[in-house]
Structure formats: C-alpha cells, structure tokens
C-alpha cells in the first residue's frame, strides 16, 4: 500500500475498514472532552464496554442464588472456565484439550516449568533472551535454585549482536545446537517486550526438538497480537495473560497450553489441585490425586468467575471480529502506516539532531503491532511531553518508548493524529 501522510487518507482507510465498528465497543480515556490517542494495549487493553454487563450477570447470580450459582446461575461456575476451550483455542491455534484459562501469568509459567523443566544430569541448563521481561527472569532464577542450581551457571542467555537491538534466529538455533548436551529447556518470549520482535517460534522449537529439547513460550506479547499456531508448530508448552491484547482488565485471568502428546502422561509431573482432578469423581473426595488428561489437569482452584466474566468480554468480541486472521491484516496495515509516519518525521527533524529510531525489526513477519523506538536526542523528555499531549504510550528503561496501535480498537486517523502531535513537540 502506499501511504499518504493526511488526514483525508487516514479517513479513506478508515472507511473501508472492516473492524472499524469494534472501536465503539470499547471505552477510552478522555483529553480535552474527545478520545485520548490510546496506544497502550500491549501493556492493558482498554475496556470493552459489555464488561460490566458480563460481570452484573454473576454479581446478580451470587446475590440470588449463593452458593447454587455453581450450578443453577445463568453460566454455572463450577463449568465456568469450560466456555473458552473452543473460543481461545482457535485464537491461539491449539485443540480444545491443550488449553486452560486460569490463575495469572508467572503462576502459569511456575506451574509448567514444575513439568517442563526436569533437569537430570549434565542437562540442567535452560537457554532464553537476555532481556526477557523481569517476571520471567525471577520464574527461571528461581526454578533453577529450587533444582539446586546457580542462576549464572544453569541459565544461558542470548543477547543481540553488538549494535543491534534484536536477536538472530541463527544466534538463538546455534546456541542450541552448540550446548545441546547440557540443555533441559528452551524458553523465549514470543514477542518481545522490549523491542516488540517477533521471534520464529517453529524454528526455535523445531532445532530444540532435533537436539531432544523440551521448548516452549511465554506469549503475553502474542496472545491476541499475532495469528499463533501452537499445536502445529508442536510447542511444548505456552502461557499468557489477558490483560494485554486481551483486553480482560488489570490483573486478570490468564491462559496455559500444553501440547495434546503431552495430556496423558501420568508420569509428566505437577502439582496437584482439586479443580484438576477428574471432574467425574471430583467429589468423592479421594486423597490420591487423579488429574484430568487435559490442559484442565493443570488447574488448582476453582474459577475466579468475576475476573473469567470481563475475559468472556473481551473474547465475544474477537469471536464476533472472526478471529486473528483478520485482526492481524489491518494489524499489518496499521503498524506499517505507524512506521511511515515516524519516518516522515525523521526526515523532519534530522536537522535538529534528533531521531527517533525504530528498534523493532521492519519486516512484517517479525513484530506484532508494537513499534519501540528510541529518542535520540531528547528521551524521556519527549515521552512526557506526549503524555501531556493526551497521548497514551510507555516508557521502558533504559530509553525505550513503546506505541501499540491495536486493530481492534485504534483506527489509520489515531496514527495520522499522533503523528501530528509527536511532528509539533519535536520542531518547536
């Protein structure tokens, strides 16, 4: 597409946009009596407005029904975490079986790495990304330890090249390759935080499978960004939050996959909860645990329905949009014209010495819809003057600022307008 830097084509795009009644199903914040320039779903999504509706149903239940809402409410809570299996399959390209909403983010990863991360002599080590978010970082230091192991032995980092920003898949595969004797697990992020790549995660999984490796992925950056295929790629395992992409609120709900060859292994460890014990026996109370030979056999407790309500929301929504397929088509419009945009700027400003450099990669097929740029010359300062501005964007140390326009909810006019607003900060 060639894009034009107006309004008037930011509103001809607009217009032909399938999605673009989805952006009235959400609610943004307000700067100066209009929609604030909200770019900041890949940290929290905005709120879908049926949420409250959703989570009114079980309030309304809980104060009728009580304790016989778990089997007589409008949407039972005992079977409640049953309604996503099908929906969220599709959206993470899994069987129904392999995938579980449950508990948060790092409690997932904690839980999967007590059954993927089996260490037994000389391969103990688990290889992952030098700059993988902060909680991942504490869930592999401390799962290490727990197996008796030093972090700065047992955990092999890959790093970007010096001068660049962004991994290689032929560093992240060699490294695999090279150390394959000594590795019990190969864990990445599948979007980066920081940069906002997209890693290869059939390659990766496809070299850590050749060397006899367990691999798998902590997709918060991916979920609901990116079209995954997690069965067919035959990742081991995954987990996510919601609160990102997802648009499922603050703190919410989050979801695991296991691979369906690994459901019926009895001898896979795991700790044991009731909720994963076998439903049709769950009540006789038996002290040997029995786990279900599903993705549910992961679950501890029971659901948290209030938090599960606004997460069925948000997934309505993508069912009603028709899945990732098209989500990620005007993703990789929108994020192109983001780009297009920046670079116009650049050539604005170069003779103040200023630039902001883009550090996610600019081929297509390696980033979601987050673009992470550098200010060059001015930096955090720029960053402020944009929130003042009433544009919503973050900041991650040491000088990274992250913009995520979200086809679900930001339209080509969102982009054109932060454009006008960044261009004006930096020539005045």
Not at 42 to 66: F, T
Not at 130 to 150: I, R
């Amino acid at each position: 597409m060639n894009y034009i830097n107006s309004l008037a084509f930011a509103r001809e795009q607009d217009k032909k946009d399938s999605l673009k009644k989805f952006r009235k199903k959400f609610l943004f914040p307000q700067y100066r009596g209009k929609d604030a320039l909200y770019f900041v779903g890949n940290s929290l999504g905005l709120q879908p407005e049926s949420v409250s509706r959703y989570i009114k149903v079980e309030l309304d239940d809980w104060s009728k029904l009580a304790s016989e809402g778990h089997f007589d409410g409008h949407n039972p809570w005992y079977s409640y975490h049953e309604m996503f299996s099908k929906p969220v399959s599709k959206l993470m390209g899994a069987h129904e079986e392999e995938v579980i909403i449950m508990n948060q983010l790092t409690v997932n990863l904690h839980l999967l790495l007590i059954s993927f991360y089996q260490p037994k002599g000389k391969r103990y080590k688990i290889v992952c990304e030098s700059n993988a978010f902060s909680s991942d970082n504490y869930a592999l230091q401390t799962q290490v330890q727990l197996h008796g192991y030093k972090p700065a032995d047992a955990i092999i980092e890959v790093a970007p090249r010096k001068g660049e920003h962004t991994l290689r898949t032929e560093d992240i595969t060699d490294i695999i390759k090279k150390n394959a004797d000594e590795i019990a697990l190969v864990i990445f992020g599948g979007v980066n935080y920081l940069t906002g790549q997209l890693l290869d995660m059939p390659r990766i999984t496809q070299v850590a499978h050749q060397a006899g490796i367990l691999c798998g992925f902590d997709l918060a950056h991916a979920a609901g960004n990116i079209d995954v295929k997690l069965h067919d790629w035959d990742v081991d395992f995954a987990c996510w939050c919601t609160y990102k992409y997802f648009n499922s609120g603050p703190g919410s709900v989050a979801g695991a996959f296991i691979h369906q060859k690994h459901l019926k292994n009895r001898d896979l460890l795991r700790l044991g909860g009731w909720w994963g014990y076998n439903k049709k026996t769950r009540f006789i109370m038996d002290k040997k645990f029995t786990p279900m030979q599903t993705a549910e056999g992961w679950q501890l407790s029971n659901a948290p329905v209030l938090s599960m309500a606004a997460h069925k929301a948000s997934i309505d929504i993508f069912t009603e949009a028709g899945g990732m397929i098209p989500l990620r088509k005007k993703s990789l419009q929108l994020t192109a014209y983001l780009e297009f945009i920046i670079n116009g700027i650049n050539e604005k400003i170069k003779h103040k010495k200023l630039q902001l450099e883009i550090i996610t990669p600019s081929h297509p097929a390696q980033r979601g819809c987050q673009l992470s740029i550098i200010a060059h010359g001015i930096g955090k300062d720029f960053y402020n003057a944009l929130s003042k501005s009433g544009v919503f964007c973050d900041w991650r140390n040491p000088n990274v600022i992250r913009l995520a326009p979200v086809p679900l909810y930001n339209s080509f006019e969102d982009v054109w307008r932060f454009g006008q607003v960044a261009e004006k900060l930096l020539l005045e």
